[in-house]
Each structure stands twice: as C-alpha cells, then as structure tokens.
C-alpha cells in the first residue's frame, strides 16, 4: 500500500483543500521580477497543469505563459511550481494574479494575489503662477505614486531648500510675497533611486 503524505488530503471529491504557495518578491516599476507559485505536494506519477490568469480593474482574466519546472523533494513526492518573468509598471499595480493547479482527475486548486508596484509616475504643480505684492503664494507638488516620495521645493538661483517632506503632496506657501519670490520654483520627488523634477515660473507684481 502506498504511502501519502500526512500533510496533504488527497481524496476531496471537489477540489483539493490546500492551496498553492506564490511568492511575490517586492515589486519596484522597471525592474525584472520573477512570481513563483508551488502547487501543494501530491505522491509521485501525477504531474499537474500549472496556469497562470491575469486580471486588471474591471477586466476578463487573460491567460499567461510561465515556465514549469518540476523538483523532488521525497522519494515518495514531489513539488511542481511554475515561474512568471514580468517588469512591473504602474499598469500592473492593483491587478490580481491567479495561480491555478490542475491534477490528474481534474482535481483542481488555485491562489489569487494582488500585487503592489511601488512606482513613481510623474510630478504635477498646480496654484497660481501670478500673484500680488503682500499676497500669498501657494503651490502644490502632487507625485503619482504608490507610496510618499521625499518631496523637496527649492527656487532657481538659490541653493536654499524652501521645504522638505515625505509625502505624496506638498504645499509652498509663502506669505507677503515681493517681486524678489518671482522666477523658476522646482519641485523634486525622490523614489528610491528614482528622481523626478518639475518647475513653474512664478510672477510677482
């Protein structure tokens, strides 16, 4: 008689109770990144159909290709898994990916995650570019991001850093203006070893 695994149930008439394993390691824009799932071991001579299933907001799931890859781990199991080789963008952020193992009978299993892209896409200043003496000026630096950047305001000519925060948004505001607070306001998001810089040009009158 052979011998099953005391971990694994293999007789569920509807579908196996354990799920795979996907690992997702941190996911930054741009940069290669492999998922891995592992489907839940089962005794040896039966070989499982890994797929893989994407879906974005409000979209029908897409197939994947990945690359199966099969090692033992027994001399009585084995583990199957199957990799998926992507560079993330922000289009992937919030998207679900599902991981599904079908075994012999049709006896199938299967693990949704949804992934996290950290990402900074593009800086946005907004306010008025044209304001009074002894009024104030009030700009906002908005980064896209999937997390707070380290927002610096500095102003063309100087090297005195106005402000300096970790946000997704940050405020200028300098009250009683005169015409000496009119030229170029620079904006710089810090990502981890991404920079992005936006400038507008203010007037005084």
Request: with cysteine; net charge neutral.
């Amino acid at each position: 008689m052979k011998r099953h695994h005391p971990d694994f149930i293999l007789t569920a008439p509807l579908g196996l109770i354990q799920k795979p394993t996907v690992l997702i390691p941190p996911l930054t824009e741009g940069q290669q990144t492999t998922l891995t799932c592992t489907a839940p071991g089962l005794c040896s001579g039966s070989d499982p159909n890994i797929t893989w299933t994407w879906r974005g907001a409000g979209e029908k799931d897409s197939h994947i290709t990945g690359n199966i890859t099969a090692f033992k781990t027994e001399t009585v199991t084995q583990r199957h898994s199957s990799t998926l080789t992507f560079n993330p963008s922000t289009e992937h952020h919030g998207t679900k990916v599902t991981c599904k193992v079908i075994f012999t009978g049709n006896r199938t299993t299967e693990e949704t995650v949804t992934l996290n892209v950290t990402y900074v896409k593009k800086l946005k200043i907004s306010g008025s570019t044209t304001v009074r003496e002894g009024d104030v000026l009030n700009l906002t630096c908005s980064a896209q991001s999937s997390l707070p950047a380290h927002i610096t305001w500095t102003k063309l000519s100087t090297n005195k850093t106005l402000q300096d925060e970790n946000k997704t948004e940050s405020h200028l505001l300098i009250p009683n203006v005169t015409t000496e607070h009119s030229g170029q306001y620079i904006c710089t998001a810090t990502y981890l070893n991404n920079s992005l810089t936006e400038n507008i040009n203010v007037t005084v009158k």
